[in-house]
T-cell receptor
Framework: GAGVSQTPSNKVTEKGKYVELRCDPI?????LYWYRQSLGQGPEFLIY????????DSGLPNDRFFAVRPEGSVSTLKIQRTERGDSAVYLC???????????FGPGTRLTVL | AQSVAQPEDQVNVAEGNPLTVKCTYS??????LFWYVQYPNRGLQFLLK??????LVKGSYGFEAEFNKSQTSFHLKKPSALVSDSALYFC??????????????FGKGTTLSVSS
């Protein structure tokens, strides 16, 4: 079946702009995660959804970052007033449940100029 | 603090030789450990996991990992390396401290280079 998909694959924006990154998880997966991967580093956790609700948002760096999953499937990560330090690859993952392995999408490479 | 360490930035092996990619962890309680592989311009792919049970875990593409509680290690191994195994490998542990106890903490990654 289809894996986790993310759009766009690349996003270039200017400092101060607003961006939205989309994640389409594997069908039937109730758990959805967002991670951020900076160059030369491993992914860092941002937020976890179980169904429609954010069960753990402890990784969001500040209030410029927000994510939603209104129908328990597709999720959107929203970043307001982007800064150059937000440049990274944003990864989405989904799993069948909290105890199962996570399957990752190809990521969105965000560049803030 | 819970963490994962991958002490080698790069591992070089010749095709056909055994390979080991090292990982050590620091967690409270019993660890849930994972290995992922990342190919250029592609997402992370799950290789294997240790939750409980046998210390030797077998995974995808002929990889296996050995959980060693006394040494707090979870090294990734393969008996005979292939050039196509060349990629970036990440060790991860489940962060059970968090609000939902399910996020993964990743190491910095180890680049495996297999020469023909």
């Amino acid at each position: 079946g289809a894996g986790v998909s993310q759009t766009p694959s690349n996003k270039v924006t200017e400092k101060g702009k607003y961006v939205e990154l989309r994640c389409d998880p594997i069908s039937g997966h109730t758990a959805l995660y967002w991670y951020r991967q900076s160059l030369g580093q491993g992914p860092e956790f941002l937020i976890y959804f179980q169904g429609t609700g954010a069960a753990d948002d402890s990784g969001l760096p500040n209030d410029r970052f927000f994510a939603v999953r209104p129908e328990g499937s597709v999720s959107t990560l929203k970043i307001q007033r982007t800064e150059r330090g937000d440049s990274a690859v944003y990864l989405c993952a989904s799993s069948m449940g909290r105890d199962n392995e996570q399957f990752f999408g190809p990521g969105t490479r965000l560049t803030v100029l | 603090a819970q963490s994962v360490a991958q002490p080698e930035d790069q591992v070089n092996v010749a095709e056909g030789n055994p390979l080991t990619v090292k990982c050590t962890y620091s967690v409270s309680g019993n660890p849930y450990l994972f290995w992922y592989v990342q190919y250029p311009n592609r997402g992370l792919q799950f290789l294997l996991k240790y939750i409980t049970g046998d210390n030797l875990v077998k995974g995808s593409y002929g990889f296996e990992a050995e959980f060693n509680k006394s040494q707090t290690s979870f090294h990734l191994k393969k008996p005979s390396a292939l050039v196509s195994d060349s990629a970036l490998y990440f060790c991860a542990v489940r962060d059970r401290r968090g609000q939902a106890g399910t996020a993964l903490i990743f190491g910095k990654g180890t680049t495996l280079s297999v020469s023909s």
